[in-house]
């Protein structure tokens, strides 16, 4: 029986929604070939057909009544639902076909967000792990220094107590020395007179007497300065107080570090605005610096506005001025949240933001805006639309408009182009650095 009903299954083929049956593929041929069923609309077959009948009527239920939100059949409509919202559900489905599209395009452009959310958290984790490896890095550095700092000064006090020993004792042996030789030349000289004394000769005596009575320059006591015994403890003492002082001062220090490292700002800063009227609260106002623009852009409307010319203008000779690319440079800085927009009328466009000392001089990768890791841009031409950052150009969905945001977080790091009409889309997001 099983094997059967899974035949009857593979068997069917299709599901007239006017007749609400469903037909084998042989069957099908009558729903091909009679013109009186042309209008039958054939459709994949459908799980619970029975719910497109009228339970009331048992009619196909054709309509549908917005008043109630419900299907209901041609019946309905002049009997209970008479006087109600009521339409063709062709025809609500395909209102309803319009707002699915555009919820879906609205979960799709979430979905984009999130994308863009995620890899900017993942861009954190990473920039995280990164900056703790550098300080790690560098801390263990540095601490190698300090240790081999000490084993210098260390080394250095032990030289120096050595050296010092070495002299003392140097000097204190040759003291000895002649004090011993003088204590053999004493015994030596004792006993020539006590040999003198016994001599009975009188004239021998008298003779001898003088020569062996004299007696060499003694070495006084008073010159051997005997100190307590104390010698190198003072270094000691010494040594002692730089440790003290040292362990004080890492205390102190050890505690601003501490401090330093739990105070850490990672992340996570106010979410970047959806909106356009959520963007405009970090409006801000630029004007076009003219020391900076390239001799063939023309600017006006108070610096706010730039046309490139074929003639070349009358500026002044300065050495912020771009001489290669045609540029030009806000008066402004940019720090925090900003948010502004640009808006052209023909041609091509280029939007950028750039570090202040980016390269002026020359047709170079050095100066051009997008062809260096100084700068970002966002080029809008007649058929693309690229984004440039270091020399690599992104294509990307051309705006859907005339004007572009620009915002930027400089704490988050993070800066986004937008189409602005009357929403934005999101063109493209990338982190800098």
């Known amino acids: 029986m099983k ?22 593929e042989k069957h099908l041929q009558l729903h091909y070939g009679s013109p009186m069923f042309e209008h039958h609309k054939l459709v994949e077959p459908i799980e619970k057909l029975q719910e497109n009948i009228c339970s009331r009527h048992n009619e ?89 700092l000490m084993e210098e000064r260390r080394s250095d006090v032990k030289q120096q107590v050595r050296s010092q020993q070495e002299t003392d004792v140097s000097r204190v042996k040759e003291l000895q020395e002649k004090l011993e030789q003088e204590i053999t030349e004493l015994k030596r000289k004792d006993a020539e007179l006590k040999k003198l004394s016994h001599t009975e000769d009188h004239n021998q005596f008298l003779h001898s007497y003088p020569s062996l009575s004299a007696l060499s320059e003694s070495t006084h006591s008073s010159s051997i300065n005997i100190h307590p015994l104390k010698y190198f403890e003072d270094v000691t003492a010494a040594v002692s107080e730089v440790r003290d002082k040292l362990q004080d001062v890492l205390r102190e220090m050890w505690t601003n570090i501490s401090l330093t490292v739990t105070q850490v700002d990672v992340l996570l800063s106010p979410p970047e605005p959806k909106t356009r009227a959520g963007s405009l609260e970090y409006s801000c106002e630029l004007t076009l610096d003219p020391n900076t623009a390239y001799i063939q852009l023309l600017l006006s409307a108070g610096n706010r506005k730039v046309t490139f010319m074929e003639d070349k203008q009358s500026y002044s000779d300065h050495p912020e001025r771009f001489t290669g690319w045609s540029q030009v440079l806000s008066r402004e800085s940019l720090t925090g949240r900003s948010y502004w927009e ?31 890791d100084q700068s970002w841009s966002l080029y809008c031409g007649m058929n693309s639309c690229d984004f440039w950052y270091d020399d690599i150009e992104t294509p990307i969905s051309d705006p859907q408009s005339s004007r572009v945001g620009v915002y930027l977080d400089h704490s988050a790091v993070i800066l986004s182009f937008y189409s602005v009409s009357d929403t934005m889309t999101l063109l493209h997001r990338v982190r800098y650095h």
Not at 4 to 24: D, G
Not at 92 to 97: A, C, G
Not at 140 to 148: D, M, R, Y
Not at 356 to 370: A, C, H, M, P, Q
């Open 3 to 24: 094997a059967l009903e899974s035949c009857m299954v593979f068997l069917v083929s299709l599901v007239c929604l006017v007749c609400l049956v469903s037909y084998f």
């Open 60 to 148: 196909v239920m054709k309509m549908f009544c917005r008043t109630d939100q419900q299907s209901i059949c041609y019946l309905c409509s002049v009997d209970e639902h008479k006087g109600h919202d009521t339409v063709s559900a062709a025809a609500e489905k395909t209102e309803r076909q319009r707002e699915l599209e555009g919820s879906r395009q609205n979960i799709q452009q979430r979905i984009r967000d999130r994308e863009e959310d995620v890899k900017v958290l993942q861009q954190e984790v990473e920039d995280i792990n990164g900056s703790a490896d550098k300080t790690v890095e560098h801390s263990e550095k540095i601490f190698t220094q300090l240790i081999h």
């Open 342 to 372: 640009v808006e052209w009328s023909e041609g091509s466009i280029e939007v950028a933001v750039a570090y202040k000392n980016i390269n002026r001089v020359g047709w170079t990768e050095e100066s051009g805006f997008g062809r260096n």
